[in-house]
């Protein structure tokens, strides 16, 4: 049974900073690809940032040079730190979990399976 377990999130002023983590179980964790989506109120879902099985990493441009994935595959968690926060930050995030390939030249490709946690709320504040 697949499982993931996200934490972290909460209120912040804009310019802060916070670190989201995503507990994996039910997976081969070290061949998987990790993505985390965020969703705001009455906007869809969006991918914004993957890390594939060998750390390739990809963002959305909205977050690229604040937010940074990263793994720890002995612990079975992915996190994004999120810097320089800013109010349209504001959304519940996901993790994910999937297939990715990295072909080169920044084109990291994800495929993600249909496996969600709860979520986290980041809340941030002008």
């Known amino acids: 049974q697949v499982q993931l377990v996200e934490s972290g999130g909460g209120l912040v002023q804009a310019g802060g900073s916070l670190r989201l983590s995503c507990a994996a179980s039910g997976i081969f964790f070290s061949a998987n690809a990790m993505g985390w989506y965020r969703q705001a109120p009455e906007k869809q879902r969006e991918l914004v940032a993957v890390i594939t099985s060998g750390s390739s990493t990809k963002y959305v441009d909205s977050v690229k040079g604040r937010f940074t994935i990263s793994r720890d595959n002995a612990k079975n968690t992915v996190y994004l730190q999120m810097n320089s926060l800013k109010p349209e930050d504001t959304a519940v995030y996901y993790c994910?979990?999937?297939?990715?390939?990295?072909?080169?030249?920044?084109?990291?490709?994800?495929?993600?399976?249909?496996?969600w946690g709860k979520g986290t709320l980041v809340t941030v504040s002008s």
């Open positions: 994910n979990t999937g297939r990715g390939s990295d072909y080169g030249g920044g084109n990291v490709v994800y495929y993600g399976m249909p496996y």
